[in-house]
C-alpha cells in the first residue's frame, strides 16, 4: 500500500499539508488522497495499487482507494446538496506568460520597467 501522510491543518482554511514518501512527493489540499493519487498517476503509478491516508503516528489509513480510481475522481460540495465524488476533469491555467523573469496570468499583462 502506499503511504500518503496527512499532516497539519494549513491557516484553518480545511487545507493539509500531505507526503508520500515512497515518491517523494508532497503537497498542500483539500482533498489529500485524491491529489496524491492524481501526483502517482502523472509519475507512471501502478492505478491498481492502492493508497491510503494515514494520520500521523497511525498504522491504520483513515480512506483507501486504487491510485486509478483516485486520480479520476474529486469531490463536489455544491452550496445546496449533498457533497458526493463525482469525475475530475482537468482545469486549463489561465493563459501564463513567463516574460522578463516574472508571471502573469491572463491577458492583462503588462511588463513592469525597471
Not at 486509478?68 to 474529486?74: I, K, L, P, S
Amino acid at each position: 500500500m502506499i503511504r500518503v501522510e496527512c499532516g497539519e491543518e494549513v491557516n484553518r482554511h480545511g487545507k493539509w499539508r500531505w507526503t508520500c514518501p515512497r515518491y517523494a512527493l508532497r503537497g498542500v489540499s483539500r482533498q489529500p488522497l485524491l491529489d496524491a493519487c492524481r501526483e502517482i498517476r502523472r509519475m507512471g503509478g501502478d492505478p491498481k495499487e492502492i493508497a491510503g491516508l494515514f494520520r500521523e503516528a497511525r498504522s491504520v489509513p483513515d480512506l483507501t482507494c486504487t491510485v486509478g480510481w483516485g486520480a479520476g475522481h474529486t469531490v463536489i460540495e455544491p452550496d445546496r446538496g449533498r457533497i458526493h465524488f463525482a469525475k475530475w476533469q482537468a482545469k486549463p491555467m489561465a493563459m501564463i506568460k513567463l516574460t522578463g523573469g516574472q508571471i502573469a496570468q491572463t491577458g492583462q499583462f503588462r511588463k513592469q520597467e525597471p
